[in-house]
């Protein structure tokens, strides 16, 4: 199995996001039913076992007709049925987050190799082989990520040099508590600061409308937008710390950019949010606001660290020895090994 003849084939869930993302990145991709049955209560258990074992038969003629040299799976429900069905393909799993989830641990059974973010994240597994790997961050993402490139990054934003820059984000579809927080600390943060404000599509249109409110000095060092595309890597170059939740990404998007943090998990006790953050403020990269504190601390925490230049200076060489650019490569040689045992097994 070599890069040149690859044939790679996605499974994902019927009627799933993922059926335009793949297709349109120009993958072939196969969907197959599941439903998940951790959290599910009793009267919904019944009907999801039902679907799992549809998955399941589904998943045995897919791999029975693509035949392939090994599986890789980054968790979702949608990956317990294909493992059942291929549990004697060599297979690596990738943990991107702090801590496995449900089905990735129900995973790891049939895995040869498991694939983590940091060696933390090994400790949940006791019996497999397990390879610190780092998050893989898209290449035009990675491209940004020079030291180089942060005038450049703040000439596309027409920013300032000589004002510290806060990247605010919420992931794809935005955090709301995060933008209404963020829009009512506006005129306090912008005293000593610019401010990059990716708002996501859902609050677009209240971020929009208090955007019209600023006095012409504070739109001046304001730029909000609904959603960055090929951009959101100058916005990371731009950015001397950024404020957002805690989701995979953050433990590679991060790294990558030495960009120290105020996490904010989402406010679900046992999400796995709270996981990431965790990891990252133990290794002093980043510091964690509950979201329920951000009404009343925001402000006076993001104006203190940016004043803090040594620990800010402490917080991104901590972050940036969490970086992994090489993450992807890490991971397909894991893949190419796996396949190759197979094919000369």
């Not at 969490?322 to 190419?336: F, I, Q, S, W």
Request: aromatic residues 6%; contains cysteine; glycine residues 8%.
């Amino acid at each position: 199995m070599g890069a040149t003849d690859l044939e790679l084939l996605w499974v994902g869930g019927e009627g799933g996001m993922e059926e335009e993302l793949v297709t349109r990145a120009g993958y072939t991709l196969t969907t197959l039913p599941a439903a998940g049955l951790h959290g599910v209560g009793l009267a919904q258990l019944p009907g999801n076992l039902w679907q799992l074992a549809r998955g399941v038969l589904a998943a045995r003629r897919i791999l029975a007709r693509f035949k392939p040299d090994v599986l890789f799976f980054t968790g979702g429900f949608v990956a317990a049925p294909v493992a059942i069905a291929g549990r004697r393909v060599p297979t690596l799993a990738f943990v991107p987050d702090a801590r496995p989830g449900f089905t990735l641990r129900f995973i790891a059974r049939f895995a040869d190799v498991i694939a983590t973010v940091a060696a933390e994240v090994g400790g949940h597994f006791t019996r497999q082989r397990v390879e610190v790997t780092g998050y893989p961050v898209r290449s035009e993402l990675a491209a940004w990520a020079q030291p180089a490139r942060r005038a450049e990054a703040l000439r596309h934003f027409t920013l300032n040099a000589d004002l510290p820059t806060l990247l605010i984000f919420g992931g794809s579809k935005g955090a709301q508590n995060i933008n209404r927080a963020a829009v009512a600390a506006l005129p306090d943060l912008l005293q000593d600061m610019q401010v990059i404000h990716i708002s996501g599509q859902t609050n677009w249109d209240e971020v929009n409308d208090a955007q019209a409110q600023l006095t012409p000095s504070q739109a001046a060092r304001y730029r909000a937008f609904p959603y960055l595309h090929e951009d959101m890597g100058a916005a990371f170059a731009a950015a001397d710390l950024a404020v957002c939740r805690a989701g995979a990404s953050t433990l590679g998007e991060l790294p990558l950019f030495a960009l120290p943090a105020v996490l904010v998990p989402i406010p679900f006790e046992q999400h796995i949010q709270h996981d990431n953050a965790a990891l990252l403020a133990q290794r002093s990269a980043a510091v964690v606001l509950a979201d329920a504190d951000m009404p009343s601390q925001l402000a006076a925490t993001l104006r203190g660290l940016l004043a803090d230049k040594p620990r800010l200076q402490a917080m991104r060489a901590a972050m940036a020895a969490l970086a992994a650019p090489d993450a992807a490569a890490r991971l397909a040689g894991l893949l190419h090994q796996l396949g190759t045992q197979e094919a000369h097994a």
